[in-house]
């Protein structure tokens, strides 16, 4: 298989080996080249690689002949948000969100908010891959103008939210592009805020960008400490947000989902949520419940941001914490969704771990299968066929992204990653010891499968 250049959340690769200046002026003269005379806005988040990587993706938009606005170090969100609202055609946020600090990467959006569909981006690929450039005369290049305008996107978050409650607070931005605004918005919105890891650093020295258990050790402990309401971590970028509860513990980021979800179709009467294929079955118990529907989609938040345009749902999400709110844009958005979760604290009269037990809590196994890259499509469309005859209580076949195997009592996934040599696995059912037979008999055949073809 063929090494692509996007992966399911833009490009991201190791800065400077992979991801080079000289990639990143291909990138941003074939961005120009897809349409004339477009206004292009590009930000980047802490890492020490992002001011490299946004001069050369800028020299590349000029010399395509687009006029280009930097909104300097700002969250992915805030990115998408100011495209639109600036009126600009593209959106280009250097990041490589929660990777490790040695990587860097492109993510590109539309002037509505959405990333760039795998179309879209193919068109890039091939642009890139071909050679098919526009190059611009001397005399159409275009000029560059440095722009602070996050006061938008506070005036955006500051409408979305209205607090009643004094809640206490503590935010770990990580280092990251939440750094100074995360902390600046929850104090507006009459929180008592504390904050650690924020200042803005590329070699990500509080913790890794990842927001894990293992990172939000020390979060978890002054949580305790100061007998706060609430933690809040964010990833690299901003884009996702994972929470404390009062107790000190890390909220499931599947049962919080869930809860999100349906205290909004409760509150909406009914509405349509979309998830991807990976996510606990505990969203269907919740929302379906209460009258809702639950759409799911391929993993990737691009896929997730989609689906909920195309079926005008009221809220989707990925159990990573990546958080879409449709009536304000389409990008997921950590600052906004954390503030949002207070928001239905206060209208439920809940604390957190009392909020997010409401969802219930199955047994979810993610385990991974290594797969040479050039047999991993005969693989899988092989398991198409064979999965299903290996359990015979199969209730319904899923393939939007791998083969997703549904049973009374739980489901399987099993779906080729998209980064890596790997098949992965998941399994959910009610307890632990069914979990583990699922899993054992998927990975069994995986493996014979593998073998066979390798
Ligand atoms: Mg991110």
Redesign the pocket.
Known sequence: MEQKLFGT?GIRKIANVELTPTLAVKIGLAVATLAERQKVAVAHDTRTTSDMLEHAVTAGLLAGGATVQKLGLIP?PALAYLTWKLGADTGVMI?A??NPPEYNGIKLFNKDTTSYSGEQQDRIEEIIKNGGFRRQPWDKIRKVSTLNRMSLYVEMVQNAVKLEKKWRVVLDPGCGATSHIAPMLFHKLGCKVTVINAQPDGFFPGRKPLPDAESLQPLSKIVKQLHADIGIAY??????MVTIDEKGMLTSLDQILAAYAAYLVKKNKGGVVVTHVEASACIESMVNSLGGKVFRTKVGDTNVAAAIKQKKAIFGGEPCG?WIHPQHHYC?D?ILSSLLVLKALEEEGKTLSAFVSEAPRYAIIRKAVECPDNVKVSVLKKLEDTLPTCFPDVEEKLTIDGVRLKFKDGWLLVRLSGTEPLIRITVEAENKERTEEIMKKAIRLVNKLVKERA
């Open positions: 959340s992915t990041t969100s929660h990833d690299g970028d901003g884009d996702r990546a997921p950590g």
